[in-house]
């Protein structure tokens, strides 16, 4: 990055990347899978770098969102398996078969919308599909009084012609919250979507080469049901293992600069609003982010952030564009000096608290504005 351009900027360790990818790999059982979850350009991280770390670390799938994610990735030169999580529209599935992209299944209708269009290309269209077990989202309906519809409907969807049905999977709801309420529920989708696996091979045969169901909370806290492949998201990125099992590092480190310091008398408010009124004479610094960086606005005067010497409380309403901190008690940093805002040395849990939010939604949001510098 041009030193004339540095204002903010997030530092992405793909090394990082790399190292929690093989601490989780560890874990697994032999044979398993590994799908690596890149979908909104890789929760921030940048969705072509981390693949094609992925990729030439041994991982076997990626996932995305939608299909201008994938797209993103086979123009960047990944050519490893890509599963689409959400909905394609039929009129794609050209794109979809001529890419090798895989796509999610929900409902019958939509398998016979992607089969009619297979077929009339002469082609055949790989997909998976996905069951909902109690995460009330995309899915066959399956539980309680619709069990025996939806195993029908899964049954005619892998005799449909022009599809290649190679996985099932399904979403835990709470699989990453503690309490036994929520492994109650945990272990009830799980059996759920095990329950259909197995009717659907008792009335007609099939058999799915791949089924998936463990996102980062059912890796860590429900090995046993890892089946064929695990899908961990924010695990990759060096967060959710709460309890420093795996040995995971954080993987982007948000940085910003001191742009501005000024003295402020007692009794000087500070920002929009005039939410922060100083206590003291102040020395008052001014941050080169804000809420279009992606620096929520609901954390102002909750938080501090990295500087040296110490950590500068921030003071007053988040800016779309900067914001500010109390430097009085840390002579050390100047204009010009670097901030972290979250990695090692300030843990993002602290941000999403105060945010009343998770960490996930930090880093997604982190916006393209904000450049990504890699180590590699």
Not at 275 to 293: E, H, K, N, P, S
Request: with cysteine.
């Amino acid at each position: 990055m041009n030193d004339l351009q540095k204002r903010s900027w997030a530092e992405i360790s793909l090394p990082n990347i790399r190292h929690n990818y093989e601490a989780i790999r560890a874990v697994l059982p032999t044979g398993c899978r590994f799908l690596g979850v890149v979908k909104a350009d890789a929760y921030g991280h940048g969705a072509v770098p981390v693949s094609r770390t992925l990729q030439e670390a041994g991982a076997d799938y990626l996932a995305v969102s939608c299909l201008d994610e994938a797209l993103e990735l086979r123009e960047g030169g990944i050519t490893m398996p890509i599963l689409i999580l959400g909905h394609t529209p039929p009129e794609y599935t050209e794109t979809l078969i001529d890419r090798q992209i895989t796509q999610t299944v929900s409902a019958l209708a939509k398998a016979r919308e992607y089969s009619e269009a297979a077929g009339a290309l002469g082609k055949t269209l790989k997909v998976h599909v996905k069951l909902d077990t109690g995460m009330s989202r995309l899915g066959y309906l399956c539980a309680g009084d619709y069990f025996d519809r939806g195993v029908q409907n899964v049954v005619k969807t892998v005799s449909l012609p022009h599809l290649e049905v190679e996985g099932v999977y399904t979403h835990f709801a709470v699989s990453d919250e503690p309490g036994e309420d929520c492994e109650a529920y945990t272990r009830e989708q799980f059996r759920l979507f095990t329950g259909v696996i197995d009717a659907v091979r008792d009335r007609c045969g099939f058999v799915f080469p791949i089924r998936h169901c463990a996102n980062t909370g059912a890796v860590l806290s429900y090995p046993e049901m890892a089946l064929d492949m695990v899908r961990p998201g924010l695990l990759l990125y060096g967060y959710g293992d709460t309890e420093g099992r795996l040995d995971l590092r954080p993987c982007m480190r948000l940085v910003t600069t001191v742009s501005t310091i000024k003295f402020y008398e007692p009794g000087t408010s500070v920002s929009y609003g005039r939410r922060f009124v100083t206590q003291r004479r102040t020395r008052m610094g001014v941050l080169a982010i804000g809420y279009a960086d992606g620096l929520p606005r609901l954390i102002s005067n909750k938080c501090s952030f990295a500087a040296p010497g110490g950590f500068a409380p921030q003071r007053g309403s988040i800016c779309m564009d900067m914001c500010m901190v109390d430097l009085t008690d840390l002579p050390e940093t100047k204009v010009g000096s670097e901030v972290e805002l979250f990695g090692p040395a300030c843990d993002i849990y602290q941000l999403s608290d105060a945010a009343q939010t998770i960490p996930y939604e930090l880093l997604c949001a982190v916006s393209k504005r904000v450049p990504r510098v890699y180590a590699e």
